[in-house]
Each structure stands twice: as C-alpha cells, then as structure tokens.
C-alpha cells in the first residue's frame, strides 16, 4: 500500500514540475500574437461565439474538437467579464490566446498521465520514464505554449495506445467503441486521425484469429466503420454535411505552392522528424540508453 502511495506521488511529482513549465510559459509574446498558424483556433473560436454557433466554418486541419472547446471557454469568459456577446472583443485578444494555450497545456499534462498508465502494463519503471519524457522533452514543452493541434493529436494517440491494450485483453464491444470514439475525437482535430482506422483493424483482426473467432472480424470491423462515422458526425456534424469542404481541404494542403510546402516528399519529411527528434532529445535520450544497458 505504501508503495503504491509512493508512485503516486512520484508521478504527481512529475506533473507539477512539468505544468510550471507548461503553463508559465503559455503567455509567451502577448499581447503581441507571434505564432503563425494559432489564429486557425482562436478566431474560429470567437466567431461562433458572435454568430450563436455550434459549427466551426474551417476545414483546415480541421481542429475542429479544439475550437469547439475553446468556444464553449469563451462563452464563460463572456459570462465571467459581464459584458455582452457583441462586445467580447473588449475582453481581449490576449486573454483568447492564453485561454487556447492553456487548452493545449492540459491536453499536455494528459499525455503524462496516458504516458504512465500504458507504460506501467509494462513496468512501474516504464511507467514511470514515459511520464518523465513527456513531461521534460524539451521539444513536447516548447509546442505545449502553443494553441494548435499537435500536442493535443499526441494525447489522442496515448489514449488510443492505452484504450487498444484494453481491446487486446477483452475484445468485447465496449473496448470497440472506445477506440472507435477516439479514433473519430482525433480526426475532428487532425485529418491524419484516419490512420487510426487502420489500427482498429489490426485489432481486431489479430484477436479475432487468436480467439478463432473469424466471423467477428466482419461484426466488429462493420461497426467499427458505422461507429467512426457516427461519432464524427456527433462530435461535428459539418464534416459530414459539408463534406465537400473537407475535400477542397485535402486539395489544398497537396499543393507544392503554399506557404507550409517544403518539397520534401514523404521520405524526405521522415527523415527530416527523425533528425529533428534525435537533436531535440539530447541528454534525456542518452541517459535512457545508459539506463537500459
């Protein structure tokens, strides 16, 4: 019993050292709003709240799930300041900033806690370096002060990892539907959200032959797609119904012209994460090397 008090506190440890570094630093640059893709969030956000709405009119990532959140924060903020809906811009841009940054920090904090429960089906040592890595990876703190769906997509694929071990153990239909809820949450805020399906797949193959239960590939892989679809069109309605949007996004984002182009390719960008990730990790990914040997 002691000894389960004493994780707990390690990992609550781990927490509060990370979010003093996530939330002091989420007012980085205000009032001044230096960050080029977080108006896709905020702006969104405080136009449904003047136009009384439910329905994001961006497709671009879509972050769909992000913005509603943060409108609904708005909506109290508005609530909070007494002052009218008409005249929320009086609250100040900065504050929207902050708020969606906050936002973004709490899903960080989440991927701690995901990060411990998956790796302590392991071990209470993995639990407990997964929770340390995502709570000190200096790359994973510097895009938690930011209000875009990158941090917020890590914390989906925690949630999914650790929900599809569930599944792996008892592959019932409540497992089923969790995955497939979190498969459709993380493709409201991100697009590449979609490869989940294919990881539902894998699952459910892969126990279905170990159970030899072949007929419920079909059962369970049909649901799944009804499933996915349904709480995608629960969680926001408009990728369904304007569905046509969502296409000119895809369209758009393929082009080799805009401004987010890089000309790399697919193997290119792999690479370049790679690198990119091996140079962010430094010491923190040195000294689990050594800790494992």
Known sequence: MNKEKDNVLILMLIIISNSIFIFAGANWG??????PDEWTIVNPAIKMVQNRSFEPDVFYRP???LIQINMLIYRFLVFLYGITIENINDIGIEVFYLTARVVTGIFSVGSIILGYLIGKKYSIFVGFASAFLFG?????ITHSHYATPDVTTVFFMLLFI?????????????NLILMSLVTAAFITVKYPGAILCGMIAISVIISSVVDKKYDRIFIQG???IVLVLAFIFLISPV??????????AFI????TTHLGADGLGWGGNMLYYVNNYLSASGIIL???CNSSA
């Open 222 to 224: 049909a649901s799944a």
């Open 30 to 35: 205000l009032p001044t709003c230096l960050h």
């Open 63 to 65: 972050a769909h799930l």
């Open 252 to 255: 758009n984002e393929a082009r």
């Open 136 to 140: 000190f990876f200096p790359r994973y």
């Open 239 to 248: 990728l369904v119904l304007r569905f046509h949007n969502v296409r000119q």
């Open 162 to 174: 650790y929900v599809a071990l569930g599944y792996s153990q008892k592959p019932n239909f409540k």
């Open 286 to 288: 040195l000294f689990f």
